[in-house]
Structures are given as C-alpha cells and as structure tokens.
C-alpha cells in the first residue's frame, strides 16, 4: 500500500517538474519569447522578517510532531505523511532555502567574519535540529530534512551494502564537510548550497548539471536509499556525532528484544547492528593491541594529512574568486595577452588597480595555507579515528540501532512482534 | 549477481556525481560561449526591411536645445515643446510662431487656438494668440503629467506619478478620475513603472490609455468604465517588449494605431483591433540610421498624426521632427 502511495506521489511530483517547462513568467519577465538565458539564482527571494519566525516556529513544531511520532507512537505512517509535509513546506514552499545543512556555513562564516551579520533563522536552523538530535536521535533526518524527504520518497528497492563499502564513502561527508567550512571561513564560496543536488528541483530553477546531478542520486536512491545523506550530507556528520550521545533514541523494539530477526533486512540504510556471534569473539589482548596501533599513529596521519593538504592550498585557494581572477590576469598577462575574458575585462572597466587584488589574492592564498593544514589534519584524524574505530567489535546479544547513522525513519519498527508494554 | 549489478552501477553513478561536483568546483573551464547572461538586444533589432511600410520623407529642426512634446492641431501646424517654450510651424514646415511658457512643459495638447501644457504636477493653459490664460489645480502635489488629449468637450489628462487619467470640462473642472483600481467594475488599475503614461482620443472622440506595465492599450468610456483593450507582450514586432510598453501612441484618422517603444526604440502600426501590420521607422531602416545614437532613456519622446495620416515623430536624440509617409 505504502509503496503504491509512494509511486503515486512519484508521479505526481515528476508531473509538476513536467509541467515546469511549460510555465512562462509574463511579468516581470516577459522576453520568454527570446534565446535570453535567465541567470540561475543561488537564493531565493527573500521572505518577510514575520515569515522567517513563523518557519523557524515551524521547524520545532514539525520536529516536536516528528518526535512525538517516532518514540511514543512509533508510526512509521505519521512520519511519512511528515516527510510529505516537509517536502512541500520546507522543500518546495520555502524552495530550501534557509536549511540547517547550509546553515553550517552561515554560522562558520559568522565565526570568522565578525562584521557578517547572521540570519536569526541561519542560527536557528543550525542548532534546532541538533538540540533535538541530542535528546531523541536524527528526527530531524527522518522527516523534516527537505533533503532527506525527496530522497526518502525514492526508496522503493533498497538493496544492502557492504560494510566497508559504506564505512570508505562515509568518509566522503567529512571530506564535504571540511571544504565546506574552509570554503565559508575564508569567504569564499557557500559550496553546499552551490551544489545542493535538491534545491533546484525545489525552486524549478537550476544549471544542467545540477538538474542532471539531482536526478541520477535520486535515481541512485532507488537502490541505495539516501545516498546525499549517507555519502555526501555535511550537516549529517554533526548530527551523526551528536545523535551518538542522544538519550532517549528510538529503540527497535519497545520492550525486550527477542531476536527474532524479522528487522534484519528492515533498514535500507544498514543502521541496525546485529547481535554479535560469539564463535567470532576475538581475545581482548589482540583487539587492544590492534586498537592501541591505530589510535597512536593517528597523531602521524594527522601531521601527514596536513602537510599534504597544506600542498594543496594553491589549488583549494583557486576556487576563491578573487584568486581565481589574480591567477587569469597573470596568465592572460604572461601567455595570451591579447585573450581577455569577462571577469578581466569587468575587473578593468571597475579601475581597481591590480596590485591591489594581487596582494588581497595573496593573503587568501596563504589563509588557505593555514586552511589547508588543518583540513588536511582533520581528515588525517578522522581516517585514523576510522581505523581506529573498526578495531574495534562490540559485542551485542540485541538488535539495536546504530545511534550515528539511524535516521529514525522507523521502518524497523513495523517489523518487530514485541508489543509495548502497557503501564 | 543481478543485484550486485545494480549496486556497482549506483556507486559507479554515485562516484560520477562526486566527480561532476569536483571538477566543477577545481577546475577553471573556459567559456567559450561568452557571457551567456548578457542581454543583447542587437538581433532584436534588426528588422525584416520588408515589415518596413512608411518611409522618412522630410523633417523639422525647430532649433532647440531639448525637445520634450509634439502636437498637431486640426489645421496642420505642428507644436513642438522645448524648454519654456513652444515653436509652431505651418503644413509647409514653416515656423510660425514661438509661445513662451512659464516652465518646460512634459506634454501638450491643442484644440482650436487654446494649447494645454503639462507642467510638473498641474496644467497650465495658454491662448496661441494673447499667452497665458491660467493654472490648472492640480491633483495632488506628487503628480506628474505625461500626456494630454483634447477634444470640444473633454480634456484627458494623464498623470504618471498617481497612475490616474483625469477628466477636466474645458475649464478646468475635473469630472471623472479615471483608471482607479476597481475589481467590481473590471479595473486592475494601471501599471506604470516609469515616467510614460499615454493618453489618445481616437477620430470617434473614444478614450484610450496606455498600460504600460501590461503591454497594453485600453479603451474606455468617458465616464472611466472599461470597454476594451488589446496588447500583447513579446520581443516580436508584433507585441510589446521589455517592462513596460509602449511609451507613445497616436491615432490616425482612419482608426489605426502608432505606437512607440522605447529599449528596441520602435515605431510600429497596429489596425483598428491592435493587430501588427507594419513597421513605421526602425533602427535597421537606414532612412532612421541617425536615431542610433542615443543610449539612455527614450529616443522617441513623443508621437502625432495630422488630418491626413502623416505620422510625426520627436526624436529627442536628434532634437528632430522626423516626419513619415506611408511608401
């Protein structure tokens, strides 16, 4: 039933995308008739002071309902017609736009900018669903998350994947996330909305390649369920990190597990942990020694992790728009000093003078040293932290869900026969 | 094996999109396409020299140094404002006579030897023979006239600041505001966005204003109820382009249209039911080559027609009357 429902609303959302190319602004742009390429807007318009609180009253609400249905009711029904909800209001509505994963770089850049003057809702969308994470788990990732939502109407064939094969691409959302916060700290770029898969499906409105980009994980979706939140979400990584401590997280079965294991295959995103064999233990002594070897070289991944990303800050500072152009002039100087392209020839027609930007190039280039070491360093230590975690093996005798990476989304707990106990 | 197939493919596509996003991140493509945003307007402005009906026959240089209003009264003679003054010549291009007026009028309009002179905010109305009869109330202070039409009984006044049309009897008393957003008589009210706001009288003395924010011209009864309306909005010839067109439009006496533009600064014709029949002066038509040169705001400050058809134009670049015959 569930599954027929969701591909009804798969069509029906695939029929407005449709519809989109269709529609015709007439006013205040009417030049349709013409081959005028409007200019892909990277934020919406923005909304009025009064609406931007009642989003933010919004946001709680739907989490408190959200919660509320995932650990007293445990109705994986209530949380899909949530993620309905979430991805026509906070989705297509709001057209995703403030949403707590690029929020992360509002609050990174109102850290080092003292003068940028951050949205009261940036902030808000930023530690909501944190504060909420810390107390009951990812609710937020189970049904509000605009992101999250269109994804989860696509998993109609989830297949499983290897272990490792999830733990190498779960590296990926670190990797995501510090060019993020590099980015934003040196006032770069905000990449994570640049290339937010969803959000031009949201605003009808995107490149090709963000179009394209959105429709293949969507279509990834299909058999990989969540593969933006799984192996590339940013935001995830700090709600992963905070849902690990989270008290009162859903729990597959209401009462006593009886390892049935009718939830086994349940979870498309493989975030249920297995009771551990006990013909598989391993002795302590070796586990300790293997975690002890792993953990002490960490400190040399992250010195090596930073020397090489201090390699590279030439290259991460390239994306920087004004270094970006120093480095065009300086080309278009020494190489081709006839070919101009429109970025020189709007910097000249401004009558900047060009040592100027050069020294301004060359103080983001060498933020970006320092930027490149400790990004460098922070994937050294989450490699080594990694290795060091899969070192090693908890013994379970339960079915639980893994704290990190469940999303909440209470399908499992449809599967599981134990009734909750009534007080 | 069919599921491991699936899988491979996903992450295959998955490590594709990362790859997409990296190169699109760290790598400076060129653009080969240029400035793919950029607005340019030059195609749109050549035009099929056979759309191209009148031709550029003679023109007036009244020697001022601005232009800002054109009429035509019913014998032929030619008004044409400038600052704080008013040159007339004759049907032989002949000038006639100077009217001084106390400041530089917007727009102007003649019935009989009375000429209306939109003044800022109010209308000022001066004797062609003996000057100055008097100032007009206005509105409100804010006002702002872009374009009188005068016929025995009625004076039109538009007002491009307040977005009204004004009734005045000949006296000065003001009748009938027109075009104030009413949804239970059918107006949305007009959209004005810049200082252009037209206002004709047609042969049969039938009222129409220009809405310029909906590309449209519409017609309404003296009494300010709405009749009909026609316009279209499009880069093609046969519509209206840009924000808000058109800027000018007169009538000639056989019922059809002239209309100006500005932004693609053309002149066009337009049956009696709107429809496009031709071009009047484009900028590909190399009789108007010399219009080429103004770049800010509108060329054509102002349209007329006499008796006979014959379309007058202001060129404000040029500080000419051009004057166009049908070929």
Known sequence: MKKHLSIVLLTLLLSVQVLNIFAQQRFPKPEFETKYVQPVMQTPSPRSVFMEYFDVVALIGSLSLITWLILKKRSRQGVFWMTIFSLVYFGFYRKGCICAVGSLQNVTMALFYPDYHIPITAIAFFIIPLVFTLFYGRTFCAGICPLGAIQDIFVLRPLPLKSWVQKVLGLIPFIYLGLAVLYSATGTDYIVCRYDPFVGIFRHNATFMMFAIGGILLLIGVFIARPYCRFLCPYGILLNLVSRVSKNHLSIAPGKCIECRLCENSCPFGAINMPTPTKNNEKRNIMVKRFAFYFLITPFLVVLGGWTGSRFHENLANVNPKVKLANELLISNVKEPGKVSLEITTFKSTGKPIDKLYTEAAAIVQKFYIGGWILGGFLGLVFGLTLASLSIIQYRTDYTTNKGSCYSCARCVDFCPVKAEVK | ?327
């Open chain 2, 1 to 327: 094996m069919k599921q491991k197939l699936i899988i491979g493919l996903s992450l295959l596509f998955l490590l594709v999109v990362i790859f997409l996003i990296g190169r699109d991140l760290f790598t400076n493509r060129e653009n080969n396409q240029g400035n793919p945003t950029e607005y340019n307007l030059e195609k749109l402005r050549k035009i099929d020299s056979s759309l191209i009906c009148y031709r550029e026959v003679r023109h007036i240089n009244p020697s001022l140094g601005v232009v800002h209003a054109l009429a035509i009264d019913s014998s032929s003679n030619i008004y044409i404002a400038g600052d704080n003054e008013v040159q007339v010549f004759n049907k032989s291009l002949q000038k006639v006579n100077t009217l001084k007026l106390d400041s530089s009028a917007n727009c102007i309009a003649i019935s009989g030897d009375i000429l209306y002179a939109g003044i800022g905010n109010h209308v000022e109305v001066y004797s062609t023979k003996s000057g100055k009869q008097t100032n007009w109330k206005s509105y409100n202070s804010k006002g702002y006239i872009t374009s009188i039409a005068v016929n025995e009984t009625n004076v039109y006044v538009a007002d491009a600041e307040n977005r009204l049309v004004f009734r005045y009897d000949p006296d000065g008393k003001l009748i009938t505001v027109i075009g104030k957003k009413d949804k239970s008589k059918g107006i949305d009210g007009f959209i004005v966005p810049s200082l252009y706001f037209d206002v004709a009288l047609s042969p049969d003395n039938e009222l129409w204003i220009v809405n310029p924010g909906k590309h449209e011209l519409i017609n309404f009864t003296e009494n300010g109820g709405f009749r009909t309306s026609w316009g279209v909005a499009s880069m093609q010839p046969n519509g209206f382009a840009g924000c808000c067109n058109p800027i000018h439009f007169c009538i000639l006496p056989n019922g059809k249209f002239v209309t100006s533009e500005k932004g693609l600064d053309r002149i066009k014709l337009h049956d009696q039911s709107g429809k496009f029949e031709c071009i009047v002066a484009s900028l590909s038509d190399p009789n108007t080559q010399a219009l080429n040169n103004c770049s800010i705001g509108a060329r054509i400050h102002d349209l007329a027609a006499d008796s006979k058809g014959i379309i007058y134009v202001l060129d404000a670049s040029s500080k000419l009357v051009r004057i166009f015959e049908k070929k």
